[in-house]
T-cell receptor, first 112, second 114 residues
């Protein structure tokens, strides 16, 4: 069974641009969560989707948004990029609620 | 409140046991997890425990949960150099509805000396 995949793996953008990151969960998993990892703030929860519905959201500005498609694939978008958005963005997939949550390899975003 | 704490660094010799500790503050935790992160990589799920369990063993890994003290530990037996990594504990909580939101600790860097 293939694991969680994230594309692209690396991305360099300039301030003010926007970016879209993609996550494909493990086959059969319906929940996708997104996290931001930075040296200063550690791992912080962005949002979670289940069956195309956002069911939880972290404390991030409205520039951060996401969606989930009917095949459970998810995208997150960051508009008007700031230097502080440079981070490793990780997504996690699980079947339903609780239990095993598997992470992808992440997308490394650098904002210059 | 939501807070998970871990010590920052642990150094052990190859072949010894490692014990990584974690404390959390929210008594409504439902699942508690241990993840491993190697440089430049994502998070690898090592093991997890449901909050009504005291212990779980999986090959070289033993998880102990003391719910009264809100303390979680991960013991790695016969530690190898390949175990060198950052280890994160995480909790998921019951917010009164379905969610998989995880609260992570700061991570413990495990250095295994040959």
């Amino acid at each position: 069974k293939a694991g969680v995949t994230q594309t692209p793996r690396y991305l360099i953008k300039t301030r003010g641009q926007q970016v879209t990151l993609s996550c494909s969960p493990i086959s059969g998993h319906r929940s996708v969560s997104w996290y931001q990892q930075t040296p200063g703030q550690g791992l912080q929860f962005l949002f979670e989707y289940f069956s195309e519905t956002q069911r939880n959201k972290g404390n991030f500005p409205g520039r951060f948004s996401g969606r989930q498609f009917s095949n459970s694939r998810s995208e997150m978008n960051v508009s008007t990029l700031e230097l502080g958005d440079s981070a490793l963005y990780l997504c996690a997939s699980s079947w339903g609620q609780g239990g095993e949550q598997y992470f992808g390899p992440g997308t490394r975003l650098t904002v210059t | 409140g939501e807070d998970v704490e871990q010590s920052l660094f642990l150094s052990v010799r190859e072949g010894d046991s490692s014990v990584i500790n974690c404390t959390y503050t929210d008594s409504s935790s439902t699942y508690l997890y241990w993840y491993k992160q190697e440089p430049g990589a994502g998070l690898q799920l090592l093991t997890y425990i449901f909050s009504n369990m005291d212990m779980k063993q999986d090959q070289r890994l033993t998880v102990l949960l003391n719910k009264k003290d809100k303390h979680l530990s991960l013991r790695i037996a016969d530690t190898q150099t390949g175990d060198s990594a950052i280890y994160f504990c995480a909790e998921s909580m019951d917010y009164g509805g379905a969610t998989n939101k995880l609260i992570f600790g700061t991570g413990t860097l495990l250095a295994v000396q040959p």
